[in-house]
């Protein structure tokens, strides 16, 4: 099954990256607001049913694909 | 033991040959693949009366220590954030287990980055604000002096101490207290962005402590400064204690 993992800085963080991003951009002639920059993690997980593998993917987040302290994340799961 | 007042921090070094009947304390240096100031750390800790050994990431135990260092480097090539892959290694379940114990462990700059990770510090280390890699002597103050990683320094005392790190940007968690940072960046010379200029946090009980400057670097003052050396001594006296107290 696939599975696709977004991971963003939480609000309030300091994320220089999407900051160095914004500028570049409006360098660029592009008005854009504030830019974040995040990771995407797509993956192909065994399970049974969606709502398995999401659970699954749930404890990879917390485990180790997000710090939760700074990261929050989103999972999408195929099918 | 009483120690003549301000005492230089190289004075190891030079009195090395005397203090040969002191018992060595066996301090273990954890080899990660991708670590890379293992040698450095060694070579301090043995330059200041430590009986030092390297310890690979792939063994499940460690041999009877009296403490361990993390040190720096670029572990599992840094992937996904700085040291949350090598959390997972053999080799720091054991060193959870030892700091669980209350085992004295010290994490330099990707060492620390690991001891955030795996839980054993607060926090978390973030790219720099710059986004650059930065390299340079920085003067740090010492603000705890209790510690067993600080014993030899005086409260408010400055070191100047290498960094050199791409990720060295600490982020507290809310309600981090006060007590809990050992040491800061001196006004006007964060490096990194660092939140309350926080370069190295101890663990609630003071007996782990991370910090982003390479004392091992700076221990003898022919390569620029011999500060770090107050660091890893106060280090090697705790062990020490330790072995005595085991013994």
């Not at chain 2, 990720?167 to 939140?195: K, T």
Request: charge should be negative.
């Amino acid at each position: 099954m696939r599975a696709t993992v977004l991971v963003r800085p939480k609000a309030g963080i300091l994320d220089p990256q999407g900051e160095a991003v914004e500028s570049s951009l409006r360098q660029l002639g592009f008005p854009v607001g504030e830019a974040r920059v995040g990771r995407v993690i797509d993956l192909d997980v065994e399970a049974a049913s969606p709502a398995e593998a999401r659970g699954e993917i749930e404890r990879m987040c917390e485990g180790l694909l997000a710090n939760p302290l700074i990261e929050s994340y989103e999972i999408e799961v195929d099918g | 033991m009483r120690r003549p007042p301000r005492e230089p921090p190289d004075r190891e070094l030079r009195d090395r040959g005397g203090r040969l009947s002191e018992v060595a304390p066996r301090i273990g240096v954890v080899v990660f693949p991708g670590s890379n100031d293992d040698r450095d750390a060694l070579w301090a800790l043995a330059a200041l009366g430590a009986a030092p050994l390297l310890c690979w990431h792939a063994e499940a135990s460690l041999p009877e220590l009296d403490a361990v260092v993390l040190p720096g480097g670029f572990s599992y090539g840094d992937y996904l954030r700085c040291g949350a892959i090598a959390r997972f290694s053999p080799a720091m379940q054991a060193v959870t287990a030892f700091a669980a114990d209350g085992g004295l462990v010290l994490g330099i700059c990707n060492g620390f980055q690991i001891l955030c990770e795996a839980g054993l510090l607060p926090g978390v280390l973030r790219p720099n604000g710059s986004l650059e890699f930065v390299c340079a002597d920085v003067p740090v103050l010492v603000e705890r002096t209790d510690t067993p990683f600080t014993a030899r320094c005086r409260p408010g005392q400055e070191l100047v101490i290498p960094v050199k790190h791409g990720e060295g940007c600490y982020h507290a968690p809310e309600g981090l207290s006060d007590d809990q940072i050992v040491f800061r960046y001196a006004q006007g010379s964060n490096p990194n962005g660092s939140e309350r200029d926080i370069a190295g946090v101890t663990n609630e009980e003071g007996t782990v402590l991370g910090l982003m400057p390479h004392p091992e670097h700076a221990v003898d003052p022919l390569l620029g400064s011999g500060d770090g050396a107050l660091v890893l001594a106060s280090l090697v006296d705790a062990a020490r204690e330790r072995l005595y107290a085991r013994a």
